[in-house]
């Protein structure tokens, strides 16, 4: 049976182009090439097929194969060649090998082409010291309170790479929580860190803390921010955190005392009253953050609670006092103004205080009873009249008995007693809530209350006696209640009885006034209507009405008005009239007030009315109506508006916040504040009054003096709008020390609208940094890319815009002249400077030749013997002729001849920005090597090969290297023996290879970019020259005229390497037109060994060249625009100076060596070697 080893397939088939994927973000790309074995037979070695694989190429070292080496028999499982490589900034290339060995032998050579693409961004690791989840200690933990502790945590990145979005990591929005004592920590405050791909710069978050009684705990958290990874702008947010340990502070010597005290140690049920709170500083050193807490009793109302130099506010029944600092030696009181209940009771009121140096609260209390009022003594007084006086004998009359309440106390029981004279019979006894009985003596009780400052009248309707006299009728009133002045409980009535009829009695009329407040309760500022009721309860009615009111300090009339009544207002004092009131009737009017802002003491309004008429009763005639109010603190409002909407991005706008004041008391301490957007820049904050201040983005406007109730005040803050299009809320909010009952309006939101910035703006922006060739080319490009939010250069745009917004000039030159590929403009000088080298190799053969090499023009040469010297070149036609030259091989020289001649050539090009010229610093070597042949003794033909590499830096970190291979014909003929023209046509190929260094840093981003390109070219030279040479004894002067063209054209070509900021380039072409004007001075010198000729030249050129234009576009760009690349003024004159010498030695050989240096050129300089030799053959 035969043994066979089997065969190999493979997936993919050999010859396919495997990319390495790469696993997402980072730099590793794998890939696999599954081997399978398919057929043979047998088994041992013969019939196994090794397969052994390595990697090969440029690229190779970033390439690993595992396993390298496997062996298959018949009937083996299929086996992975695993591939892997080390991402790098660009693409690498390689080549997979893979040699079979069937049966031991030789096999076929399989392989794969490989590509390793370029690395993904990808954002630096953090790593933190403390690590998260640590506890953190501040230190020292020891000291004394209200003195500082610190703690720190270090971040440092490690790993990452790349530029832009994709590879920033950012460490923000740090935050505490859980603070046990709120306020102790503080350094984390608008925390940001910034970390781009590989940078290894360590960041330090510094945390502060104050020394409290007791140790403080809490959690700080901040978060770390990565690329999400998916559409730009997404991100991946990981909160990390800390407990944060502080250790309790040293508690000082105890300076504080606290002392609470009440105005009355008794007081009755809804009595005001107040609380006086004394912090004292015993010590000599100050004391820092006082508080005081005050839980006031809830059967108590507090009224106000305030003191000098203390930030008070109430909320329910709780005081909280703030003092921020209390010196040795001093004492600070809070008054806390309270109302009692109305039950009486003992109310125990305690105070508490802290501050920074306290450990324990300071307790300081104080009882107060409240007990309920004594009687209230009534004042009852009895007025008695009667209707008729005199009155006939037998006829009937009354008597009216009128009783008023005087006192303060209302009166109960009320009784009336009147014993009628002898003679007198009653009729009837009555009166509105009175119950009367007796006959003679007649004793009437009043059901209910006679409440203070009432009245209520009875009538006792009598028949006098029969005979005439003079009754005296004494009436009594009593109550309940004791009487303060028992003097007016008693009255008599004198009335005379006669037999003649009586005069008619006079008018009277009994008017009473009352009043009462609507609302009962109001706050300053407010208003308050007293509705007022003035009754007329007779006999007869009241004319010539006269009310009269007098307001309090605490208020202010604001009108007065009532059916039938005219009234005049002025200041506190109201005074209205009416004709007339009926019998029985009641007439109403209002007086509307204002408690007014800031108001102290009582506020109520005296009442009280009169008539034309005799008014039987006055203690009715006044009253007195009372309003309880409360300070009505200030209601502020604030209205947010924008200078403009929309606004272009990167604009100037601002923001107008009116504060308003709708009272009822003015506002003190006004304070503005605004935190603004991220995306904001704050450029300026003023207002009228205002005092503006921004601290880590937020503003706040302080009011310097107090905003009265009604008046408004504005600020303005200005600000710039973020460079990319987005829809901007803004808050601004107000506040004021002054107490605010409408907390609803003291905020205001705007939303703005931002727009991005169209190409002609940014171009507009941007114009300023245009300032040279480079900067105007690359302008047009960055303002369409700019204006692109989805352009590969938005981050970098960001920062371009926000220097340029910010003034930053000369920052956006810098990023404008880095993104311009200018260094494209200096092939034309590489180009030229090759065509150069070429020359003067060939250049270098023609003056060899010229200088009697080859036996080629032996003008200048003299034949020397004993006192006699033969031209050599009459010596060459005599012996030429005589041998019969040219006519066999045997000649006196030959016709053909070999060169070698090389080129050292160095020079530079300075940078002009001003006309976009580049900056070149560069290096030549060349070397040409020709065959030439004699056609007669004035003419020569020949044709030269010549290479050449070319390097050169260009600008700052920028290269362009090139390789040439060019062909040249050339030519020379003596028209006679001292006139010759020179003829040499040159056409080659040209390897251009282009670094370009894009380097350049735009606010925080650090751009640090190498693209790199190849281009082809291809050049065509036509020169022709002519000379005449001047014999003087040994000495040749050569006068002579050259003119030479040059054309270049360089292909189309791409750059990779730079993402971004790669760029496509046009086709170019270049032409030169070079004319000299020259004097060569040579003498022949003769030597043992040959003959010995130097020889110096001297030429002054004059150039004419295109001015090297270029046009590219960058390769990723989102627009078409392109970059239109320009140097100015490239013609130019100068001169050339050199000094060579040519060596002649027997059978024709020879050698060269010149040293050529241009002068004349302040932007131009380049010093050249030449060396050369020459064989016959």
């Known amino acids: 049976r035969g043994v066979v080893p089997p065969s190999l397939s493979y997936n993919p088939t050999p010859g396919t182009p495997i990319n390495l994927s790469l696993g997402g973000f980072g730099g590793t790309g794998?890939?696999?090439?599954?081997?399978?074995?398919?057929?043979?037979?047998?088994?041992?070695?013969f019939a196994t097929t090794g397969l052994n694989c390595t990697i090969t190429g440029n690229g190779a070292a970033a390439f690993s194969v595992s396993p390298s080496s496997f062996s298959f028999m018949p009937g083996s499982s299929s086996a992975t060649i695993g591939l892997s490589c080390n991402a790098g900034q660009s693409p690498l290339l390689a080549t997979l090998l893979c040699n079979e060995s069937p049966g031991g032998s030789t096999g076929p050579q399989q392989s794969w082409p490989l590509q390793c693409p370029a690395a993904l961004p990808i954002p630096p690791n953090l790593n933190y010291d403390p690590s998260p989840g640590s506890t953190i200690t501040f230190s020292p933990g020891s000291g004394l309170i209200g003195t500082s502790t610190t703690a720190s945590i270090r971040i440092t990145p490690s790993g990452g790479f790349g530029t832009g979005f994709a590879a920033t990591a950012q460490f923000n929005n740090c935050r505490i929580s859980n603070e046990s004592v709120p306020g102790t920590i503080s350094g984390f405050q608008g925390t940001s860190f910034t970390f781009v791909g590989a940078t290894t710069a360590v960041q330090t978050l510094n945390l502060s803390a104050t020394l409290r009684a007791s140790a403080v705990t809490g959690t700080l958290t901040c978060d770390q921010v990565l690329p999400g990874g998916g559409q730009r702008g997404s991100v991946i947010i990981t909160p990390r955190s800390w407990p944060l340990q502080v250790a309790a502070g040293t508690q000082p010597a105890a300076n504080l005392r606290l002392l609470k005290t009440a105005s009355a140690q008794q007081v009755q049920v809804n009595e005001e009253f107040s609380y006086n709170v004394q912090a004292s500083n015993v010590g000599s050193s100050p004391e820092f953050g006082l508080v005081v807490i005050d839980q006031v009793p809830s059967a108590l109302t507090i009224l106000s609670a305030a003191g000098p130099d203390w930030t008070c506010r109430v909320d329910a029944n709780t005081v909280d006092c703030r003092l921020p600092e209390l010196i040795g030696g001093r004492s600070a009181d809070i008054t806390i103004q309270v109302r009692a209940p109305n039950t009486p009771r003992s109310i125990a009121n305690t105070a508490r205080m802290t501050s920074l140096s306290t450990s324990t609260a300071l307790v300081s209390s104080v009882s107060v009873d409240v007990v309920a009022p004594p009687p209230t003594p009534v004042d009852l007084a009895i007025d008695k009249s009667d209707s008729a006086d005199p009155v006939r004998t037998g006829s009937s009359f009354s008597y009216l008995l009128a009783v008023s309440n005087l006192g303060?106390?209302?009166?109960?029981?009320?009784?009336?007693?009147?014993?009628?004279?002898?003679?007198?019979?009653?009729?009837?006894?009555?009166?509105?809530?009175?119950?009367?009985?007796?006959?003679?003596?007649?004793?009437?009780?009043?059901?209910?209350?006679?409440a203070a400052g009432a009245s209520s009248s009875v009538s006792i309707e009598v028949t006098a006696p029969s005979q005439a006299t003079t009754l005296n009728n004494r009436a009594t009133v009593s109550a309940n209640e004791p009487d303060s002045n028992s003097a007016n409980n008693a009255d008599t009535e004198s009335t005379s009885i006669t037999t003649e009829p009586p005069p008619p009695p006079p008018l009277r009329a009994d008017l009473g006034i009352s009043g009462n407040a609507v609302p009962a309760s109001v706050?300053?500022?407010?208003?308050?209507?007293?509705?007022?009721?003035?009754?007329?309860?007779?006999?007869?009615?009241?004319?010539?009405?006269?009310?009269?009111?007098?307001?309090?300090?605490?208020?202010?009339?604001?009108?007065?008005?009532?059916?039938?009544?005219?009234?005049?207002?002025?200041?506190?004092?109201?005074?209205?009239?009416?004709?007339?009131?009926?019998?029985?009737?009641?007439?109403?009017?209002?007086?509307?007030?204002?408690?007014?802002?800031?108001?102290?003491?009582?506020?109520?309004?005296?009442?009280?009315?009169?008539?034309?008429?005799?008014?039987?009763?006055?203690?009715?005639?006044?009253?007195?109506?009372?309003?309880?109010?409360?300070?009505?603190?200030?209601?502020?409002?604030?209205?947010?508006?924008?200078?403009?909407?929309?606004?272009?991005?990167?604009?100037?706008?601002?923001?107008?916040?009116?504060?308003?004041?709708?009272?009822?008391?003015?506002?003190?301490?006004?304070v503005v504040s605004d935190t603004l957007p991220a995306s904001l820049s704050f450029v300026s904050a003023s207002g009228a009054g205002f005092t503006c201040a921004n601290t880590a983005g937020t503003v706040r406007c302080t009011l310097a003096t107090p905003l009265p109730a009604g008046a408004s005040a504005a600020a303005t803050i200005a600000v710039r709008a973020p460079t990319a299009g987005s829809s901007i809320s803004n808050e601004g909010v107000v506040s004021a020390s002054t107490n605010d009952p409408n907390l609803a309006n003291n905020r205001s939101t705007q939303t703005t609208q931002i727009n991005d910035r169209t190409a002609e703006?940014?171009?507009?922006?941007?114009?300023?940094?245009?300032?040279?060739?480079?900067?105007?080319?690359?302008?047009?490009?960055?303002?369409?890319?700019?204006?692109?939010?989805?352009?590969?250069?938005?981050?970098?745009c960001d920062e371009i815009l926000d220097a340029?917004?910010?003034?930053?000039?000369?920052?956006?030159?810098?990023?404008?002249?880095?993104?311009?590929?200018?260094?494209?403009?200096?092939?034309?000088?590489?180009?030229?400077?090759?065509?150069?080298?070429?020359?003067?190799?060939?250049?270098?053969?023609?003056?060899?030749?010229?200088?009697?090499?080859?036996?080629?023009?032996?003008?200048?040469?003299?034949?020397?013997?004993?006192?006699?010297?033969?031209?050599?070149?009459?010596?060459?036609?005599?012996?030429?002729?005589?041998?019969?030259?040219?006519?066999?091989?045997?000649?006196?020289i030959s016709p053909w001849g070999f060169f070698v001649n090389g080129n050292i050539t160095d020079g530079k090009q300075d940078l002009r920005n001003a006309s976009g010229r580049v900056g070149v610093d560069y290096s030549s070597r060349g070397i040409t090597a020709g065959v030439?042949?004699?056609?007669?003794?004035?003419s020569v033909v020949g044709a030269a090969l010549g290479y050449a590499k070319f390097t050169s830096d260009v600008n700052t970190g920028s290269e362009l290297d090139a390789k040439s291979l060019l062909l040249t014909g050339y030519g020379s003929y003596y028209v006679n023996d001292r006139f010759y023209v020179d003829t040499r046509l040159t056409y080659g190929n040209v390897k251009l290879d282009q670094s370009r260094s894009i380097r350049f840093q735009i606010g925080g981003m650090q751009v640090d970019e190498l693209?790199?390109?190849?281009?082809?070219?291809?050049?065509?030279?036509?020169?022709?020259?002519?000379?005449?040479?001047?014999?003087?004894?040994?000495?040749?002067?050569?006068?002579?005229?050259?003119?030479?063209?040059?054309?270049?054209?360089?292909?189309?070509?791409?750059?990779?390497?730079?993402?971004?900021?790669?760029?496509?380039?046009?086709?170019?072409?270049?032409?030169?037109?070079?004319?000299?004007?020259?004097?060569?001075?040579?003498?022949?010198?003769?030597?043992d060994t040959g003959v010995l000729m130097p020889q110096f030249d001297f030429s002054l050129i004059s150039e004419n060249s295109d001015d090297p234009r270029a046009q590219a576009s960058l390769a990723n760009g989102s627009s078409s625009q392109l970059f239109r690349l320009d140097q100015q003024g490239s013609d130019s004159s100068y001169g050339s100076a050199g000094l060579g010498f040519v060596y002649l030695m027997a059978n024709g050989r020879q050698a060269y060596i010149s040293y050529r240096h241009t002068f004349g050129n302040d932007d131009f300089d380049r010093g050249s070697l030449n060396l050369g030799g020459r064989f016959e053959f």
């Open 30 to 45: 794998g890939a696999s090439i599954q081997v399978t074995p398919v057929g043979g037979s047998g088994s041992g070695s």
């Open 408 to 450: 303060a106390g209302d009166a109960t029981g009320v009784r009336v007693e009147d014993v009628l004279p002898a003679g007198v019979t009653l009729i009837a006894a009555t009166g509105p809530g009175w119950t009367c009985s007796g006959s003679s003596t007649i004793s009437c009780t009043l059901t209910g209350v006679l």
């Open 523 to 670: 706050l300053t500022g407010q208003n308050v209507s007293f509705e007022i009721a003035v009754g007329n309860i007779g006999p007869d009615p009241a004319t010539a009405v006269l009310f009269d009111g007098a307001l309090s300090a605490a208020l202010e009339a604001i009108g007065a008005s009532g059916n039938g009544w005219t009234c005049t207002v002025n200041a506190r004092q109201v005074e209205c009239t009416r004709t007339s009131i009926a019998v029985n009737a009641t007439e109403s009017l209002t007086v509307t007030a204002r408690v007014l802002p800031g108001a102290t003491g009582i506020a109520d309004m005296a009442l009280q009315v009169t008539s034309s008429v005799t008014d039987p009763v006055l203690a009715n005639n006044a009253s007195r109506v009372a309003v309880s109010y409360q300070a009505g603190g200030a209601d502020l409002s604030i209205v947010k508006t924008d200078s403009i909407d929309p606004v272009a991005a990167g604009a100037e706008f601002s923001y107008t916040l009116t504060v308003s004041n709708a009272g009822p008391e003015a506002a003190s301490g006004v």
């Open 761 to 796: 703006q940014i171009s507009d922006l941007l114009e300023e940094a245009a300032v040279d060739p480079a900067s105007e080319a690359a302008l047009p490009v960055v303002s369409a890319e700019c204006a692109d939010p989805s352009s590969a250069l938005a981050d970098v």
């Open 804 to 892: 340029a917004d910010d003034g930053r000039t000369g920052e956006v030159t810098d990023a404008l002249r880095a993104i311009a590929p200018d260094e494209v403009l200096a092939q034309q000088l590489v180009l030229r400077e090759i065509a150069t080298t070429q020359f003067f190799n060939v250049d270098a053969r023609l003056n060899e030749l010229r200088r009697g090499g080859g036996g080629f023009s032996l003008s200048g040469l003299t034949v020397n013997s004993g006192g006699q010297s033969i031209p050599l070149s009459l010596a060459g036609d005599a012996l030429q002729a005589a041998l019969g030259y040219g006519d066999d091989e045997g000649g006196l």
């Open 932 to 938: 030439d042949y004699r056609l007669s003794n004035r």
């Open 1011 to 1087: 693209a790199r390109g190849d281009a082809d070219s291809t050049q065509l030279t036509l020169a022709t020259s002519m000379g005449y040479h001047l014999n003087y004894g040994a000495w040749t002067v050569t006068p002579n005229l050259g003119l030479r063209y040059i054309r270049n054209d360089v292909d189309a070509f791409t750059e990779t390497g730079a993402g971004a900021y790669n760029v496509s380039y046009r086709d170019q072409s270049f032409k030169t037109t070079q004319a000299t004007l020259g004097l060569q001075i040579g003498r022949a010198v003769s030597l």
